[in-house]
């Protein structure tokens, strides 16, 4: 290679010494803002539905088929109900993420106290009281001596039972109350080996399916809806239509009153927030359709719910998707919508950076010249205060150690642009070489 290919006009490595510290202060910085911000979600998360055959667990695994879409793997636990539900979301050892919950069953301070937020209502669960074919049942004072199968306790229908029992005045002794499983509580109930049976349900649930389709069962009609949700405030009215359940059978063959309870999924705050965006899209393609008991687009909604709903929850049932995820696959859009402050905060902090980067590197490369003045001005005051009787000695030393000087500079690899100031330097050297080559010769004529 020719030599003067050696030689060019910019250098990498002063520039890469130069640079280097801050680059290694912005990538570390970018580090911590990335832990703090942590903009991916976990990919696993944890659901706890409901019972076998429930309207939850049906829908846990449309929001499991959902979100595994976009590579998050959800694991669906079954439950009870609502209340073990947020009985486990209350306790850290269950190791629950979200879970669906019934109006009614947790209060605000449950959210204050164990960190709770909610996703918004997702639907109305009508409360269904099945009996027997023959018993007419047209009010709930006429359960007094039946046999009712109420649910397991931790699926939150006995405490709304004994809601009912009470403002209808009727003690809770006087009815013969069971607390099947839900599945149980259906073969009981054909059999004939219980009156009546209370469940809190969405009607796509397969066993409020097949009731409702026995023609030995019947349906109570809670006539007086309006009235209880004024005396049970989480209690809203709802109407079952004529032939909604079969229309060609005409079933029911009319309409039928119900009390129905609102469900929303709850979670714990410390949910990623990109976790919540999925879980909220899936609940609009989910819950967003009409249905028995509701309109297109009435739900899901963030009207008043037991927790407070989630304000990420609330401006996408108001506004949509977020803007990037219209566009770009998930995983970059999440990534840019949770770290685009960080990436503004290190711009606004490189761009005053990098106008220290072009002093700093000028400074490097001269530095590489500069610093041999100094050893040049070491030798000139040696020179000069040479004592008498031993300055042929220091003038013969200084000028060896010029010699070595010039040998090191020229061998000084510095930028074309520079070169200026390596020749200046040489020419310093020279000067002093003369100047003390002069001195040598007139030390010696003087001893001569």
Known sequence: MPKKFKFTSFSLRDLLITIGPLTVLIVVLGYFAYKLVNPFPPKEVTISTGQENSAYASFGRQYATALDKFGIKVTLKPSQGALENLQRLK??????????????????????????????????EPVWLFYRE?????????????R???????????????????????????????????KPAVDALLAGRIDAAVFSSAPNSALIQK???????????????????????????????????????DQPPRDVHLIA????????????????????????????SAGWFRKRGEFPNASYADIPVVPAAIKLYRDGPPL?????????????????????????????LSRVVPPLYV??????????????????????EAPPESRAEIYAAQFRRLEELDDKVNHISIPLSFADE???????????????????EEEKAARN
């Open 134 to 146: 023959g018993l007419d049942l047209q009010r709930l004072t006429q359960l007094k001596g039946l």
């Open 261 to 288: 309870l609102t469900t929303t999924l709850v979670a714990r705050e410390d949910l990623h927030p990109a976790l919540i965006n999925l879980f909220a899209q899936a609940a609009v393609n989910i819950h967003g």
């Open 422 to 440: 390596l020749y200046r330097l040489r020419s310093s050297i020279g000067l002093v070489r003369k100047r003390v080559l002069r001195l040598i």
């Open 211 to 249: 009731l409702l389709r026995t023609s030995k069962i019947d349906l109570f009609d809670f006539y007086q809806a309006e009235a209880y949700s004024r005396r049970i405030p989480y209690l809203s009215p709802v109407t079952l239509p004529r032939g909604i359940v079969d229309l060609g059978r």
């Open 91 to 124: 306790d850290d050892e269950a190791d629950i993420d979200i879970a669906f919950v019934q109006g009614g069953s947790a209060q605000q301070e449950d959210a204050e106290e164990y960190g709770l937020v909610s996703l918004g209502n997702l639907f109305s």
């Open 363 to 384: 400074w490097k490369v001269r530095s590489r010249v500069y610093r041999w003045y100094g050893e040049l001005r070491v030798i000139e005051q040696t020179v000069e």
């Open 324 to 352: 990037l995820q219209r566009y770009l696959p998930f995983w970059v859009a999440n990534f840019f919508e949770r770290m685009w402050l960080v990436l503004v905060a290190l711009l606004a902090l490189i761009l005053p």
């Open 148 to 182: 009712v199968n109420v649910g397991a306790e931790g699926s939150g229908i006995p405490k709304l039972f004994r809601d009912l029992l009470k403002v209808n005045g009727v003690k809770e002794e006087s009815v013969r109350i069971s607390t099947l499983d839900d």
